[in-house]
């Protein structure tokens, strides 16, 4: 298929999308473009809404009681939000990596063959958990051991499995919630190292809280900002363009502002 | 194994597709939810299913039956008052003494007096209290605390002899306040457990700040925990009244099951459910409703204490 | 500034007024009374359940299937526990499943819905209905026009643990963090997946300890069974018809002057109150070891 060849197609596209919670609007106006087999990056202050536009790429945030999207968002081209689509279809195309590193209390080698395990994939489990193992950089660290419980694992060895767990069912994006803010600065810099090796064959959306990480790793970056609306925050892309652009020479004040650690 | 993930994009599908995973997805999601609600409904079909067993003596007798006294199977003619009288006095007993005890337990289990290695058994020792089978408190206490307190209830009973609660013939053993006592022990666990869970659920600080200010560990406790654990009490008090006014065997063994009223707690009476337990088993078809009618009467006096204290909680605890 | 006072600096308890002190200490005193008298009566009755029990707790007693006729000693209560094991079968299969699942849905797809909320009021409200309300129950649907039967006996009992069963399984399902649920939903398993593969698996020790304790609890009722199960002097295997369960024997044998089936009683007594006891035991065990 031609998306394949090009370089930089897009997979996804983002029109004007708002995201509610019940009756209140959380982030408004969103507009980007996520190229193939690139890191973007979202940052911004707390409360700016990164978290949940990134939940709204894989539908995490249909889990949310009263959680509402509006606007287009497209995956490939299709649209992620019509009603003939599977949630459950989007997760297993679409991995996530969350905040905390969250191993299920299970051993190391079930961690990883839990996906391809519940979705029947017809593989070799034995040469899948080592593939993603290696790929997560986490191989020659369990590998004597992949019998020991997952949760035994240090916090930067939890993250790494919790990639490896994405990567076994095969898919195309990764989307990390601030993967690195609960690990030490040396874990941080492996799973920085990792990103960078996976972007060869993944596409990446990364939140982060964490400046100097968004300019290290990502190709693209998202500035949000927040604004106060009556009693509540709402947030809303205030900028997105490659990185050196939004950290060298940003459009926006805002943004300027932001980067130059002027904000707040 | 090379990289895969180049290929898989060719083959995007994420739409809905109607395979097993999916089918089994949604009638699991629903299989439960059709169970909950079932479970919804239990309660309705209990209060259903015994008042139209009930029916027929609730037409024969209708309310005169909760204020005329005769019990005679042979003539069909019943009414409960006797055991009303002593559902409420044996409950009533239990509260009195479990009250305090229970209170004064939750505070003692809370309030940092006793090191752990003291409090855990004795939160383990009260667990067990709830766990044993009433059968057999029954069965200890017609053959251990019946002669044990004999000699106490006459004596009481003679010196007293003025106090129309303490009055009558020298007591045999089995009576209202003997059930009442053996309840108390028995309830004392509801107390306990729910007051100790709203002492713990109070703001740290609450108690902090009267400390600070210079109160005794005793006034902190009078003037702000228990006021602030009010309604966390106030439900555990009425939760064990429930349980005491169904508790059957302890009643059906010890409580004497006299079919009059005597004043006297220290003389036989019944309560409702002893009257139940003793004479279900070989009763005609009218007796039969006019015991469902006795249970109905039981029933709604427990749901309505239980739905209060129910709604009491949850309104002072946003469970 | 003020100067302090050699007074002021006085921090023993002499500082508080005696009467402060005095109410404190009696009130403390008071609260350790209080404690006794509730443990007290607890160690009394298990040293003569013991004591007592013991006498007639032999193999022929467990094994032998029938009881004495009245004023003869021979004869046991096997039967009777085997009927005791029937009526907690069908109480369980009736309401392990339908209570677990229940409770899963409240937990994991209905939490903070309106129809949970009205569930679990129904269910701690029916929690509150005598144990000898779920026997008139059970009579009236199950006995009336049928006969004694343990199985419907079994049906009370359900009723009875019903909602512990529930309440129990959904305080364990909420101790799951929900980080789990998230990482086995974002892999693209479905609900049905992630509860039976991930969420009920992590509650497994929590909610078998709910429902061994719901169990034991059950097997020392004897209310519910008066008018259900009732009572059968022989051996019965059949569901569909009467059969002898300890509980409601030791009561029938407590109200009859006869020594041997006192003894007998003493005995049922005995082995209902370690029936509970090892169940207590075995739930605090799993309880402490999970909390570390």
């Keep these: 298929m031609t998306v394949t060849q090009q370089k930089l197609a897009n997979v ?32 911004g202050p707390s409360g700016c809404g990164k978290s949940t536009v990134l939940r709204c790429f894989n539908r995490t945030n249909d889990l949310i009681p009263g959680a509402r999207v509006e606007g287009k968002l497209t995956y490939h081209g299709k649209d992620l939000y019509a009603p003939n689509v599977d949630p459950v279809s989007v997760r297993r195309r679409i991995g996530m990596v969350f905040q905390k590193p ?51 694992l240090s916090g930067g060895q939890q993250q790494r499995l919790c990639i490896a767990r994405a990567l ?40 982060t809280h964490n400046m100097q990480q968004a300019s ?32 060298n020479s940003p459009v926006k004040e805002a943004t300027r502002d932001y980067v130059e650690g002027r904000f707040g | 194994m090379t990289a895969t993930t180049t290929d898989t994009t060719t083959d995007v599908v994420i739409e809905k597709q109607m395979n097993a995973s999916r089918f089994l997805d949604i009638g699991f999601v629903r299989a439960t939810l059709g169970l909950a609600v079932l479970a919804g409904i239990v309660l309705f079909l209990v209060i259903e299913e ?63 007096f006793a090191p752990r290695w003291v409090r855990t058994p004795i939160a383990f020792a009260i667990e067990l209290i709830v766990a044993i089978p009433s059968v057999v408190l029954g069965l200890w206490g017609i053959f251990v605390l019946v002669p044990a307190v004999r000699p106490v209830f006459r004596w009481l009973n003679e010196t007293m002899q003025w106090f129309p609660l303490f009055g009558g013939p020298p007591p045999r053993g089995p009576s209202i306040l003997l059930v009442g006592l053996i309840l108390s022990i028995m309830i004392c666990p509801i107390i306990i457990s729910i007051t100790r869970s709203t002492f713990e659920s109070l703001p740290r600080n609450l108690r902090d700040g009267a400390l600070a200010l210079g109160a005794t560990r005793w006034e902190t406790i009078l003037t702000v925990m228990i006021p602030a654990g009010l309604s966390g009490i106030v439900s555990s008090i009425m939760l064990a009244m429930g349980r005491a006014l169904g508790e059957t065997m302890v009643s059906a063994m010890l409580v004497g099951n006299a079919n009059r009223i005597n004043i006297s707690l220290m003389q036989p009476g019944s309560t409702i459910t002893a009257l139940i337990a003793s004479q279900f088993g070989e009763a005609g078809r009218l007796q039969v409703s006019a015991l469902m009618y006795a249970g109905v009467v039981l029933m709604v006096v427990a749901l309505l204490i239980n739905i209060l204290a129910e709604l009491i909680i949850r309104k002072f605890q946003n469970v | 500034m003020t100067t302090l006072q050699e007074t002021d600096l006085d921090l023993s308890s002499a500082s508080i007024s005696p009467l402060r002190n005095y109410t404190g ?99 701690n409200v029916l929690t509150g209905v005598p144990a000898i309300i779920c026997g008139l129950f059970a009579y009236a649907v199950a006995v009336q026009g049928r006969g004694f039967s343990a199985f419907s006996g079994g049906v009370a009992l359900a009723v009875l643990m019903l909602p512990i069963v529930i309440r129990s399984t959904e305080e364990a399902l909420l101790l799951v963090p929900q980080d789990l649920r998230l990482a086995s939903i974002g892999i693209g398993s479905t609900r049905f997946q992630t509860t039976m593969r991930i969420v009920l698996p992590t509650a497994a020790p929590g909610i078998v300890t709910g429902l061994i304790l719901a169990l034991a609890r059950s097997a020392g009722e004897a209310a519910p069974l008066l008018f259900t199960a009732f009572n059968n002097n022989f051996w019965s295997t059949n569901l569909f018809g009467p059969v002898a369960t300890l509980p409601v024997m030791t009561y029938f044998f407590a109200i009859i002057p006869y020594r041997p089936q006192q003894e007998l ?21 799993v309880v402490y070891k999970t909390k570390l």
């Design chain 1, 12 to 43: 996804f596209d983002v029109k004007d999308l708002n995201v509610y919670y019940g009756s209140a609007l959380a982030v408004k106006n969103v507009t980007m473009a996520i190229p193939e087999r690139q890191i973007t990056a979202f940052i």
């Design chain 3, 265 to 285: 009683a003493w005995a049922g007594a005995l082995v209902l109150l370690a029936i509970v006891l090892i169940a207590s035991l075995i739930s605090r065990f």
């Design chain 3, 25 to 123: 200490k009696v009130l403390t005193v008071l609260s350790g009374v209080f404690v006794a008298i509730i443990v007290i009566p607890l160690a009394i009755v298990l040293w003569d359940v013991a004591k007592e029990g013991v006498h007639r707790l032999n193999w022929q007693t467990l094994t032998q299937t029938r009881f004495p006729p009245p004023g003869l000693s021979e004869g046991g209560f096997g039967h009777a526990i085997v009927g005791t094991l029937m009526v907690l079968a069908t109480a369980a299969t009736l309401s392990f499943p339908f209570g677990v699942l229940a409770a899963v849905y409240l937990s994991e797809f209905g939490r903070g819905s309106k129809l949970a909320y009205f569930v679990k009021f129904s269910c």
């Design chain 2, 50 to 112: 015994t008042v139209k067993a009930a029916w027929p003596a609730i037409q024969q007798y209708g309310l005169a039956f909760l204020w005329t006294t005769r019990w005679n199977p042979v003539e069909d003619i019943y009414g409960v008052l006797p055991q009303i009288y002593g559902t409420f006095m044996t409950t009533l007993v239990a509260l009195i003494f479990a009250i305090p005890l229970g209170i004064g337990t939750a505070i003692f289990l809370t309030e940092d």
């Design chain 1, 102 to 152: 969250n191993p299920f209390p299970k051993t190391i080698y079930d961690n990883v063959a839990y996906g391809p395990r519940v979705l029947g994939m017809k593989v070799n489990l034995d040469e899948v958990v080592e593939t993603c193992l290696k790929k997560a950089a986490l191989w020659d660290e369990v590998k004597d051991k992949l019998r020991d419980s997952g949760q035994s």
């Design chain 1, 168 to 207: 076994a069912v095969k898919p195309d994006v990764i989307l990390m919630d601030e993967p690195c803010s609960a690990l030490d600065p040396i874990s941080t810099r492996r799973i920085e190292e990792l990103m960078k090796e996976l972007k060869r064959d993944y596409t990446i959306v990364i939140v």
């Design chain 1, 216 to 247: 290290r790793v990502s190709d693209m970056t998202a500035f949000f900002s927040v604004e106060l609306q009556g009693s509540h925050r709402v947030g809303e892309l205030m900028e997105y363009d490659r990185t050196e652009v939004i950290f």
